[in-house]
């Protein structure tokens, strides 16, 4: 316990480690560098809280990566949002912190999709960045996210494609081939549009 040296003078507690795995010898020196820290007018109690409240490894690659096993696949999504994300963030931004992604780069990543034609394409990996970085923001590893405040890509417009009739005697054709009962499901989906 130490007292800090500003104007409120309030009581610190630090502690050093786990009984029995520090020694006595190794406790002293821990110790004493506490105390000469102290001294210089440092607060290694805030310091310790500090560095707790930091995230650690913030590179793109280990956030997509942490996003993937704690939100992803615990929800059974993951296959082309997963694709999208190496894609496109990890090609534009790879070996980048995720707090240097800015939203004129993400407004830049949407609009070069856009400009190829697809603009599907842009309109899903929209939604799938700003997902990703509200997750980092509900887990504090960012305070805002880069995606406030933009207006996203249009969808495009809905397919009206059907099956033209050689397709669809394919399509019934093959659900006999079906094992189960999905063969019969498909094709009462297929006959009843």
């Not at 956030?63 to 082309?80: F, K, M």
């Not at 970085?133 to 009206?160: H, K, M, Q, Y």
Request: charge should be positive; glycine fraction near 8%; hydrophobic fraction near 40%.
């Amino acid at each position: 316990m130490y007292r800090t040296t500003d104007s409120r003078t309030l009581l610190r507690k630090y502690t050093l480690g786990p009984y029995g795995v520090l020694t006595l010898f190794s406790a002293r020196a821990a110790a004493q560098k506490i105390l000469l820290a102290r001294l210089d007018g440092q607060d290694p109690s805030a310091a310790k809280q500090a560095s707790r409240r930091r995230p650690a490894g913030l590179r793109l690659e280990e956030v997509i990566a942490q996003y993937r096993t704690d939100y992803l696949e615990p929800r059974g999504v993951g296959g082309e949002t997963l694709r999208i994300l190496k894609r496109i963030m990890l090609t534009e931004w790879k070996g980048r912190q995720l707090t240097d992604i800015s939203r004129a780069d993400i407004r830049e990543c949407i609009d070069s999709i856009m400009q190829r034609g697809a603009v599907a394409m842009a309109a899903r990996a929209f939604r799938v960045i700003r997902a990703m970085f509200n997750w980092c923001v509900g887990r504090g590893l960012i305070e805002t996210s880069a995606c406030v405040g933009l207006v996203p890509p249009p969808t495009g417009r809905p397919r009206d494609r059907v099956l033209t009739d050689d397709e669809l005697a394919v399509v019934l054709g093959s659900t006999m081939a079906i094992p189960g009962h999905y063969g019969p499901i498909v094709m009462m989906l297929a006959l009843t549009g």
